[in-house]
């Protein structure tokens, strides 16, 4: 078993820092960390390492903790395993039928992220909304952007079923987008 960073020294922590391949967005998170082991901010090292036991624990907790800053969380929400979770809550699935549904989340700052399911006879797929969504401030744009992604799904596809699924698109783009007939009581 691995030493925890905690218990590591500051080379021993450069030198798993440098072994540690980073994607695109943890690269800065990277280079933060091995400014404050170099500049000796005890204060920057404790708060990287309030985060996980190892690198990569650390760096995708510090990834998914910033991100959540977009949709309003500024907290350290761990799990029972210590993992920052970027999920959003679902405030309402949009079904076109069971396999097919957009998935719309909310997070405390009322910004929305637009997730889909999608299946057909021949391929499917789908997410859960998360802080790895861009944020959508307005939730008529959010339905929107739904229909779109459905609709980019199915324009790959050539199937039977397509034709239905793009009339079943038409249909949820009226009443949830559409203008809408009030009536007076």
């Not at 901010?41 to 998914?64: A, C, K, P, Y």
């Not at 939730?139 to 699924?165: D, F, H, P």
Request: proline content about 3%; glycine content about 8%.
């Amino acid at each position: 078993m691995e030493k925890a960073l905690s218990q590591m020294s500051k080379e021993e922590k450069l030198q798993e820092l440098a072994d540690y391949l980073p994607c695109r967005h943890e690269r800065q998170y990277v280079s933060r960390y091995i400014q404050a082991l170099r500049q000796d901010d005890s204060e920057q090292v404790s708060w990287f390492e309030s985060f996980g036991q190892s690198i990569r624990h650390v760096m995708l907790n510090v990834s998914t903790y910033e991100r959540g800053k977009l949709f309003g969380y500024a907290d350290k929400r761990f799990d029972e395993y210590g993992w920052i979770r970027g999920m959003l809550p679902i405030v309402e699935n949009i079904e076109l039928d069971t396999a097919n549904v957009i998935h719309i989340g909310q997070s405390v700052n009322g910004q929305y992220a637009v997730t889909v399911s999608w299946g057909t006879s021949n391929a499917g797929g789908g997410s859960y909304p998360s802080v790895w969504d861009e944020p959508i401030a307005d939730y008529k744009e959010a339905v929107s952007c739904g229909i779109r992604m459905l609709e980019q799904q199915y324009a790959k596809m050539s199937s039977k079923e397509t034709s239905r699924l793009m009339a079943g698109l038409r249909e949820l783009k009226q009443k949830h987008t559409g203008p809408q007939q009030l009536t007076l009581l």
